[in-house]
């Protein structure tokens, strides 16, 4: 019984070796065909639509400060330190731009979008 299945393993890896492709076949693969354009075109319509709801209703987030901080470091812990969200805070705080030193008080809330507005994309 083990030189049959010796012999067997044997010769299928022999036939592996000498028709590589047919491990596909085997598994159950099947090749590929190259899309057309025109099914990219339909397929690429769907993703031109508006965004998920899932996307659209996770746009907004609260960000909460753990502890008495200052402002910079603030959007260093969280990695938010971008433009449109630094403008988000500040404005909420109603504090100049650029003003990293101002403390934060801890246990503060603030609301922010993560996709910035169409006017700020670079």
Do not use: C
């Not at 010796?6 to 022999?14: G, I, P």
């Not at 998920?52 to 753990?66: G, M, S």
């Not at 901080?69 to 805070?89: C, G, N, T, V």
């Amino acid at each position: 019984m083990e030189r049959a299945i010796s012999f067997l393993l044997v010769s299928l890896a022999l036939f592996l070796l000498l028709q590589p492709e047919s491990a596909f076949w085997i598994a159950g693969f099947r090749h590929l065909k190259t899309p057309d354009s025109e099914e990219l075109d339909r397929l690429s319509k769907q993703h031109d639509s508006l965004p998920t709801p899932f996307f659209t209703e996770r746009n907004a987030l609260e960000v909460k400060v753990p502890h008495a901080m200052r402002l910079d470091k603030f959007l260093r812990l969280y990695q938010i330190d971008l433009p449109h969200i630094r403008k988000h805070i500040t404005r909420q705080l109603g504090i100049e731009l650029h003003q990293d030193s101002y403390r934060l008080k801890g246990k503060e809330r603030f609301t922010i979008e993560l996709t910035p507005p169409e006017d700020e994309e670079p």
